[in-house]
């Protein structure tokens, strides 16, 4: 057990997990952050970010999260790279358990983001990495000249499928509705690219393979018609759930796993704030994302504030 107890602890270092740490540490106080592997999460997954201020030329992901913790730790956050196991939150003295030891804390910051929603169909765990990714941009690289299905149809699919147009021979986007729910103006960009078909009001219902994906059988749900596409690859980009199974019973959620908290980053527990993708909002994005760790540091200093009154 490490006696210490820091001011703030930090689940996750991704852009809300290291803002929160930038702004926390600027305030004073003793921060430490506690990621599974490496800085950045879902960011550091994405090879072209032109949607965050400051960048003329956008930046790559893995880039842009080593520099917020680079800032972060120049003004004495510090990190420690491993798995969260289970949390005590209650009380002025929070226990956060890892697979290095248990870290105690005034305040909990939990910025530990969102992960790819899986299909849950036959073959999708088989073929993971022979086949079917859920990072078009990580992983279209190895489709140049080939056929890749993308199956989704929000702002995620609608990227996708044009990153990787200009990769793959073929994109074919399969939804399950007949209108795309990505924004506007994606639509007519995804109907000018020649190299882009669609399969409306589909669903894919099994992934084949013999050693490698060569397609799957899709069902239409207006005919009940079932048809096989041979595909080299596959990339489902039907969203993404919370990292909330650690905080089940112990914290306000929707019903979707998101942790309950509103601008303020408060949740229903004292001295617990909750950031990023993980929390309640309306746009889930890089900026965001850093906009509420920010906002944290502003709530943890007058809750820690408080708790000195009370002393
Ligand atoms: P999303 O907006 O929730 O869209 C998920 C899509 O997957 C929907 O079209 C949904 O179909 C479909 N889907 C969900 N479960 C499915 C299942 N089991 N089988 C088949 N299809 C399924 O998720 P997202 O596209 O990942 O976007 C997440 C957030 O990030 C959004 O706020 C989005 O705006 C943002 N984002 C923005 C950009 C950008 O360019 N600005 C890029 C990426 C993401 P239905 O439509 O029928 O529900």
Redo the contacts with the bound molecule.
């Keep these: 057990m490490n006696e210490k107890i820091y001011d703030v602890l930090i689940i996750g270092g991704g852009p809300a997990g290291y803002s929160a740490a930038l702004y926390c540490t600027r305030a004073g106080f003793d921060t430490l952050v506690l990621e599974k592997l490496s800085a950045g999460g879902q960011m550091a997954l994405t090879m072209q970010i032109d ?1 965050y201020p400051g960048f003329e030329d956008g930046i790559d992901g893995f880039s842009l999260a080593e520099k917020m913790k680079k800032g972060a730790e120049r003004f004495g956050a510090q990190t420690r790279l491993s798995e969260v196991l289970s949390v005590s939150l209650d009380g002025p003295v929070k226990t956060v358990e890892t697979a290095e030891g248990i870290f105690k804390g005034r305040t909990v910051i939990i910025a530990a983001g969102a992960v790819p ?1 899986e ?2 169909v036959p073959g999708e765990k088989e073929l993971l990495g022979k086949g079917v990714g859920y990072c078009a941009t990580c992983d279209g690289m190895f489709y140049r000249d080939k056929t890749v299905l993308v ?9 996708d499928a044009l990153t990787l147009s200009r990769i793959c021979k073929k994109v074919i986007l399969v ?3 007949e209108e ?4 506007k103006i ?1 639509h007519r960009q995804l109907e000018e690219t020649e190299n882009i078909s669609f399969c409306w009001n589909s ?2 219902s099994e992934f084949l393979y013999d050693k490698k994906l060569t397609g799957a059988k899709i069902h239409n749900i207006i005919s009940g018609d079932d048809s096989v596409v041979e595909a080299d690859g596959a990339f489902i ?4 759930k919370p990292a909330s199974e650690l905080f089940h019973g112990m914290i306000e959620m929707d019903p979707a796993g998101y942790i309950v908290a509103d601008e303020s980053t408060r949740t229903n527990i004292p001295g617990v704030f909750a950031v990023g993708d993980i929390r309640t909002k ?4 890089v900026v965001t994302a850093v906009s509420d760790g920010a906002t944290a540091s502003h709530y943890v200093e007058e809750y820690l504030a408080g708790m000195n009154d009370a002393e």
């Design positions: 949607n929603r299909l849950g199956i989704g149809g929000g702002n995620t699919a609608a990227a939804h399950r509705r795309l729910r990505a924004t994606y669903t894919v980009s039907i969203g993404r309306a746009m889930r994005q």
